[in-house]
C-alpha cells in the first residue's frame, strides 16, 4: 500500500465500462479502480458502469451504479445519486461509442450536473472530428477540471484541434500489471505451444485490427521458420456479432485455408481473464499489432505485451510510434504483408536482437505500472479536489456563501450602454467591448433599452439623453409592419430589414416596452404614441403560440392598462393570456416538475411574474398563487449549492423534464428573476424573495459558480455569460440592458425598504 499525500481523498467515482461487458474500456476502469484502491489507504472507490442496449451483467460489487446508455433521465438520475453521494472527484473514462445519444452526447446530461470536480481519460482523440463530435468533446473538455491522454499525440490534437490549454492536459501512459521479465517457455508448455515459435495478437476481433494482413505475411515467416504459429486470442467484438454475426472469423478462417497455413493459424474464440491473458502473452516470442489505421491514440493489448518485455511489430499507428520508438519495437508500413513478414521472421531467427528489444521494452515500461499509474491518477485526481476546495474556501472566507442582504447597488454607468449606440439605435453584439456591426440590430434589444429608458425615469437616477430614448422608440416604430400587423425584428447594419415579420417573442417583447411607456415615460407625447401603437398591436398576439409571448404580452398588459382601463379588449386579453399560462401550468405540473412547460429555456422567471403581476392588477388570487409556486420551485433550481444564484444555463435548453445545466448562464436570467422576485415580495412581502432578489443581482457582481464578475462597474459594461471555466468577454446589447435594468431595481429595492447593506466587491469574491 503506497503512502499517498492528497490523503484528503475518501470517495472517488469511476464513471464508464466494468467487466463482464467485453470491451477494453471495461478492463480500464476495473483496473484503474483496483490500482487506485490498493494505492491509497482508506479510499473508498465506486464505479458508474455504461450497460449498452438489449444487454444485462453480472457486475461485481465494485459497480456502485449502472446506467442503460439510451435513457437520458438514466444520467440525470445518476448525477444525482453521485451528488447526493458526496463523491469527492469523478473519473470519466471517455470513448464515443459507449455512451447514448448523437456522438455520445447523453454523457452531457450527467456531467453538467454534477458538483464535484471531474478529471476525464480521453481513450480517443479524433483529429478530424464531425460537427456532434467536436461539439460533444469541447462540452466535456470544458466541463473537466483535467483532461488525461495515454500519449503525446493525444496532447498535440487537444491543443491543435480543439484549442485546449497545456496546463489542463495531462499525458498518463496506460497501465501494466507489474510482472517480472521471464522467458516464454514455461508458458508455451502450459497453453500446449512447446517448441513452436509463437506470434501473438489479442483482443477484440474486428476488421480494423488488420488480422488478415498478418496471416497474408505467414508463408513469408514459415520460409525461415516453419514451426511458426499465429495464435489469434479474443472473441469477436459483439457490435459486429449483432449486425454480421461471425461472418468476420469465418473469412479469416477461409483466407488461412486458402493459404494453405490453416495448421499455422490458431484462433481462439475467447474473452479471458487477465490472469489467462497474462500467460498468453508470457508465451509468445513477437506480439504483432497491424492495426490498419492510424488514429489509435490507445491500445491497451499493445502496452500490455511491451510491458511484459516482448518484441513487437506494429503498424505506425498514434499510439504505437511512441511506445516503440527508440529501437523499443519495430515499425512497418500499414497494410504491408511481405514487411510485417520479413520483420518477424528476422526477430524470430535471430534471438540476440530480439532479447535485446525485450530488454529494451521492459525496463522502459516500469513506469507505466498499475501502481505508478494509480499514483499519477491520485496526485491529478487530489489536485481537482484541492483545487475545488480553495476555491469555495475562498467564496466562503469573502462571505459569498451567506449573501442573505440585497448588496449595495453601485450607480448606474452609461458609457457603455451609449458606446453601443448609433443613430440606429443599439446594436445587438459586440466582439469583446467594440460593437459588431456585422449583426446590425434587432427590435427585441432596442425594446429592452426603451424599458431601461423608461426604468430610469425614477427618483434617484439620472435619465437616458432625450435623443438615446427617442432613438429606440423610433427604432421601434419603424419596426411596425402595418401591412403584416407585426413587428419586424432583425435589421442588417445598412438598416434593410431582414424579414416581414419576427418571431411572437420579439413581438410579445416589444408590446412589454410599449405598454411601460404608455405608463411611465416622462415625455406625455411619447406616453400617447406607445399606447396607441400598443393597442394597434395588441390584437395580432391573439394567436400566439408561445407561452413567452403570452408572458411579455402580459407584462405590456400590466403597464397599459394602468392608463386605459377602460379598454374592454385589452382587459380582455390580460385574462385571456393568464388563464392560459395556468392551464398550461395545470396540465404540465407534476409533484417534481412545477412548470408550464416540458422544459425550461430563456427568460424563464418571466412566466411567473407575469401571472403574478396580472393578478395582482386583476385582484385573481388563483394567478398570483400560481405565478408564486412556480417562482418558488424556479428558485430552488437557480440555487448552487454554496446559496448562490445559478442561471439555467443555455446547454440545457429543452432538455426535456430535466433540472436545468449549469452553464452557459446569461445575464437575461439573473434580469428576469430579479424582476420577478421583487413581483412575488410585492404580492406576499415575504423578505426571502428580496434575499433572492438580492442574490440574483449578486450574480452581476461576482457571486457566482466562478466567482468572477460580469459586470465592469466603471463603464457599466456587462460580459454575455459565464461558461464553465471563464466569463464570456464579448459584450452584447442584450446583456448591458439587463444588468441596467437589473441594477435599476434593485436600487429601487433599497428606496422602498430602506435596508442600507455592505456591497461585497468582486475581488474579494474571486481573492
Not at 505500472?369 to 469573502?398: K, P
Not at 464553465?724 to 441594477?743: A, D, H, I, K, M
Amino acid at each position: 500500500m503506497t503512502s499517498f499525500k492528497n490523503t484528503h481523498l475518501k470517495n472517488i467515482a469511476f464513471i464508464g465500462n466494468s467487466l463482464p461487458r467485453r470491451c477494453g474500456i471495461a478492463t480500464f476502469t476495473i483496473d484503474l479502480q483496483q490500482a487506485i484502491s490498493k494505492s491509497l489507504a482508506g479510499v473508498e472507490t465506486a464505479i458508474v458502469a455504461m450497460t449498452d442496449h438489449g444487454h444485462a451483467y453480472d457486475y461485481p460489487a465494485s459497480v456502485w451504479l449502472q446506467i442503460p446508455d439510451e435513457n437520458p433521465q438514466d444520467y440525470v438520475r445518476a448525477a444525482e445519486a453521485l451528488n447526493a453521494a458526496r463523491f469527492d472527484v469523478v473519473c470519466l473514462q471517455h470513448e464515443f461509442g459507449i455512451f447514448g445519444g448523437e456522438a455520445g452526447s447523453h454523457i452531457l446530461a450527467l456531467l453538467s450536473r454534477l458538483e464535484m470536480p471531474i478529471v476525464t481519460t480521453l481513450h480517443t482523440v479524433l483529429g478530424q472530428p464531425s460537427p456532434a463530435q467536436r461539439r460533444v468533446l469541447t462540452e466535456i473538455i470544458d466541463t473537466s477540471a483535467k483532461i488525461v491522454v495515454m500519449a503525446e499525440k493525444g496532447r498535440a490534437l487537444l491543443r491543435e484541434v480543439y484549442g485546449v490549454p497545456n496546463d489542463k492536459i495531462e499525458v498518463i501512459a496506460h497501465g501494466i500489471p507489474d510482472i517480472a521479465f521471464c522467458e516464454p517457455d514455461l508458458a508455451k508448455m502450459k497453453l500446449g505451444f512447446e517448441s513452436r515459435s509463437v506470434i501473438l495478437t489479442f483482443g477484440l476481433l474486428s476488421p480494423n485490427k488488420g488480422i488478415e494482413i498478418m496471416i497474408d505475411a505467414m508463408p513469408l515467416i514459415l520460409k525461415s521458420r516453419p514451426d511458426a504459429v499465429y495464435v489469434v486470442l479474443g472473441a469477436t467484438h459483439p457490435n459486429l456479432v449483432r449486425d454480421e454475426g461471425e461472418a468476420y472469423r469465418e473469412s479469416l478462417i477461409a483466407r488461412a485455408l486458402d493459404l494453405g497455413i490453416e495448421n499455422h493459424v490458431v484462433f481462439l474464440d475467447q474473452f479471458v481473464d487477465q490472469a489467462t491473458l497474462l500467460d498468453f502473452i508470457s508465451m509468445c516470442d513477437v506480439y504483432a499489432t497491424p492495426y490498419l489505421n492510424e488514429a489509435q491514440m490507445t491500445s491497451g493489448t499493445l502496452a500490455y505485451s511491451f510491458g511484459l518485455g516482448k518484441a513487437v511489430v506494429s503498424t505506425p499507428y498514434w499510439h504505437a510510434r511512441e511506445l516503440l520508438a527508440d529501437g523499443r519495437g519495430i515499425l512497418v508500413p500499414f497494410s504491408d504483408a511481405e514487411t510485417i513478414g520479413s520483420e518477424i521472421a528476422t526477430l524470430l531467427t535471430d534471438s540476440a536482437r530480439r532479447n535485446a528489444m525485450r530488454v529494451r521494452a521492459y525496463a522502459s515500461s516500469r513506469s507505466m505500472t498499475w501502481q505508478r499509474t494509480a499514483e499519477r491518477y491520485l496526485s491529478l485526481l487530489g489536485d481537482a479536489t484541492t483545487q475545488r476546495r480553495s476555491h469555495i474556501n475562498a467564496l466562503v472566507s469573502s462571505g459569498f456563501a451567506s449573501v442573505r442582504e440585497p448588496p449595495a447597488s453601485p450607480e448606474p454607468q452609461l458609457a457603455y450602454l451609449l458606446s453601443m449606440c448609433d443613430d440606429t439605435g443599439l446594436f445587438q453584439h459586440a466582439v469583446h467591448s467594440v460593437p459588431d456591426r456585422s449583426h446590425g440590430y434587432c427590435v427585441d434589444d432596442n425594446a429592452r433599452a426603451l424599458l431601461l429608458a423608461v426604468a430610469l425615469n425614477t427618483p434617484g437616477e439620472k435619465l437616458l439623453p432625450e435623443p438615446l430614448t427617442t432613438r429606440f422608440a423610433s427604432f421601434v416604430q419603424h419596426a411596425w409592419n402595418p401591412d403584416e400587423k407585426h413587428f419586424r425584428n432583425f435589421m442588417s447594419f445598412d438598416r434593410r430589414w431582414l424579414e416581414d415579420r419576427g418571431s411572437e417573442d420579439s413581438h410579445g417583447r416589444t408590446l412589454w416596452a410599449l405598454g411601460e411607456c404608455a405608463r411611465s415615460d416622462i415625455n406625455p407625447s411619447r406616453r400617447r404614441w406607445a399606447a396607441g401603437l400598443f393597442a394597434e398591436a395588441l390584437p395580432t398576439a391573439e394567436g400566439f403560440l408561445s407561452p413567452r409571448a403570452w408572458a411579455f404580452t402580459l407584462l405590456g398588459l400590466d403597464g397599459y392598462c394602468a392608463i386605459r382601463g377602460e379598454d374592454l379588449f385589452a382587459r380582455h386579453m390580460r385574462l385571456f393570456f393568464a388563464d392560459r399560462l395556468i392551464d398550461l401550468l395545470d396540465r404540465v405540473e407534476t409533484e417534481d416538475w412545477v412548470w408550464f412547460e416540458e422544459s425550461l429555456s430563456y427568460d424563464n422567471a418571466r412566466l411567473p411574474q407575469a401571472l403574478i403581476l396580472s393578478g395582482l392588477a386583476s385582484e385573481t388570487p388563483a394567478y398570483v398563487a400560481a405565478g408564486l409556486k412556480a417562482l418558488r420551485w424556479l428558485m430552488i433550481l437557480q440555487t448552487g449549492p454554496l446559496g448562490h444564484f445559478r442561471a439555467v444555463g443555455t446547454d440545457g435548453f429543452l432538455d426535456r423534464r430535466m433540472p436545468p445545466k449549469s452553464f452557459d448562464q446569461q445575464p437575461v436570467e439573473a434580469a428576469a428573476t430579479i424582476s420577478a422576485c421583487l413581483a412575488a415580495w410585492r404580492a406576499d412581502h415575504d423578505s426571502e424573495w428580496k434575499n433572492d432578489a438580492a442574490r440574483a443581482f449578486a450574480w452581476f457582481l461576482g457571486s457566482n459558480d466562478l466567482s468572477l464578475p460580469l459586470v465592469d462597474l466603471d463603464t457599466g459594461s456587462c460580459r454575455d455569460g459565464l461558461h464553465r471555466t471563464r466569463v464570456n468577454e464579448n459584450r452584447g446589447g442584450e446583456s448591458v440592458v439587463s444588468y441596467l435594468l437589473g441594477l435599476v431595481e434593485v436600487r429601487k429595492l433599497a428606496r422602498i425598504s430602506g435596508h442600507p447593506v455592505t456591497f461585497v466587491p468582486p475581488h474579494a469574491l474571486s481573492a
